[in-house]
């Protein structure tokens, strides 16, 4: 076989090392990450890519950055040019019109060479656990500039030389500096283990045989994903549902699509889905590409790696100035809420046809849960994203007490860890009883977290979605519960709203999440 011949076992030999490669490069970042945010929750995720911007290997990860790290590549050779970009330069952006998501989300990239040519790219993104800011958490915002420094490309380490003058303002601008300085630090470590680990591969094999390879991943890939959308009948299906409201009043918010399949080629419609809001529910469109293409995963090869071939079936358009398309200066703190009801509907919208793939709704949100000091001598906020319960299928009973389908490698803070870094006792952690939507096969539980407040001055912000549309079933299956909140302080039971800023809550102060279950599949079988 000549250097440049490549067959079956040699091309899976390369994907492999490619996979290896991304992976190694999350762990260096979960096991050098300061914030538990990173390090125990796992809110991040890494890609290798060859020189074009095409993915190579991404590691495990949260689903909602799929198909997206590549948008940082365009977006840093568009604004700086390929040409100024040099070996051992990293840079950082998160404006959330230009990559889609929350300005906490830090993008991380660094071109690799190899004897001064540029071969590829590694980038990795990490939720840095403040990066300024109205409040921590941000609920209450209303437009982009009450929600932290907003970076676009920005260069800070020069030919291997930390940029001693950002990190300082970076510094400058967070509640927690050390925690920011050390969560950078490790982001950089993970683009060096990308770029050695990218090196050692090309002192094996020749480039052009790598790319070559590449080829064939992505050609393989398109086949897989172009026969599964040929299989569907060809048609227009539609869904919408409505979220509770923006967190500023009490309005519901529209989400619709449309799924238009023809041959081999499916496209996703947004249009008719709410105008961009007051609330921070706003989504850039990079975020909602993303959003549409965890939605294409979940029914078509959804065991099959994304490679730089996934998703080439798939159009989406988005309406401008929509909640999915966010101009300027609209605040996009929770960007991820109506990605979570735009994948539920699109399966929804799917059903009649993939009977036999698809699944009921799941109960849909992050169900975000942050305890808050802001005195600045002892700052802290700890963060927590729920489980919840998912819908039921035609083959069994749905999952219970899982992260949302956004966010997917996702973990709850353990207890352990919430009570011994933070002045609160979690005095409950249990499955929700009779949140699951009846059916044939019912749906998953939620989960029921009661928390204690252990010193004064401490608050408590909320955001809990899907009520308003709680998770419905399939196929005659019944609807789930949706999520609820308490507060229990001085012999009084409080209802909390589902969306709630920095709510002061007394030492001894119990606060109760319970969060919604999954939708029921099938009619409900009567003894």
């Known amino acids: 076989m000549s250097s440049l011949e490549i067959d079956a076992v040699l091309t899976e030999i390369i994907r492999n090392a490619f996979f290896s490669i991304a992976e190694q490069m999350n762990t260096t970042l979960i096991r050098t990450a300061h914030s538990p945010v990173i390090y125990e929750m796992k809110d991040c995720s890494v890609g290798l890519f060859d020189a074009v911007g095409r993915l190579l290997g991404q590691s495990s990860g949260l689903p909602i950055f799929l198909g997206n790290l590549e948008e940082a590549i365009k977006v840093v050779v568009d604004h700086i040019g390929v040409e100024r970009l040099e070996p051992g330069d990293v840079y950082i952006l998160n404006d959330s019109y230009l990559l889609g998501t929350h300005l906490a989300d830090i993008t991380a990239l660094a071109p690799i060479f190899d004897g001064g040519d540029l071969v590829g790219f590694t980038v990795s993104r990490a939720h840095w656990r403040d990066i300024g800011g109205k409040d921590p958490g941000g609920v209450s915002t209303t437009d982009i500039y009450q929600e932290g420094l907003r970076l676009g490309p920005t260069k800070i380490v020069a030919r291997g030389v930390l940029n001693s003058e950002m990190l300082d303002l970076l510094q400058r601008n967070s509640r927690t500096p050390e925690l920011l300085a050390g969560d950078l630090h490790a982001q950089i470590s993970a683009a060096r283990v990308g770029e050695r680990g990218f090196l050692e591969l090309l002192r094996r094999y020749p480039l052009a045989l790598l790319m070559k390879a590449a080829e064939k991943i992505f ?233 204690e407040v252990l010193e004064d001055g401490i608050a408590v912000t909320l955001h809990l979605e899907r009520s308003f549309t709680p998770a419905w079933g399939l196929f005659g299956g019944g609807e789930a519960l949706g999520p609820s909140a308490t507060l229990f302080e001085k012999d009084a039971h409080i209802p909390l709203p589902l969306k709630v800023s920095l709510r002061k809550v007394s030492k001894g102060a119990i606060v109760r999440v319970e969060t919604g279950g999954g939708g029921g599949y099938g009619e409900p079988e009567r003894s």
């Open 219 to 451: 050609s393989d890939t398109e086949a897989l994903d172009r026969s599964a959308v040929a299989a569907i009948p060809d048609g227009i299906y539609r869904a919408e549902g409505w979220l509770d409201n923006d967190g500023q009043d009490a309005t519901p918010i529209k989400v619709a699509l449309a799924v238009t399949v023809a041959g081999s080629d499916m496209e996703i419609d947004l249009d008719g889905s709410n105008p961009q809001v007051q609330g921070c529910i706003n989504c850039g469109r990079a975020q909602t590409v993303s959003g549409c293409r965890v939605a294409f995963k979940m029914l078509i090869h959804p065991a099959a790696p994304v490679t730089g071939g996934s998703f080439r079936p798939l159009t989406i358009r988005v309406p401008g100035g929509s909640i999915f398309d966010a101009r300027e200066p609209a605040a996009c703190q929770f960007y991820f809420t109506p990605l979570g009801l735009l994948i539920d509907l699109f399966v929804k919208a799917l059903a009649p046809v993939l009977p036999d793939s698809v699944a009921a709704a799941h109960f849909g949100d992050s169900m975000v849960v942050d305890f808050v000091r802001r005195d600045p001598d002892r700052f802290f906020i700890m963060a927590e994203a729920l489980a919840g319960g998912w819908g039921a299928s035609a083959h069994q009973d749905g999952e219970s007490a899982l992260i949302n389908n956004v966010n997917g490698g996702f973990r709850n803070m353990p207890v352990e860890v919430a009570e011994s870094k933070f002045p609160v006792r979690v005095r409950r952690f249990s499955l929700r009883p009779g949140s699951g939507g009846a059916g044939r096969f019912r749906g998953g539980l939620g989960v029921v977290r009661e928390y």
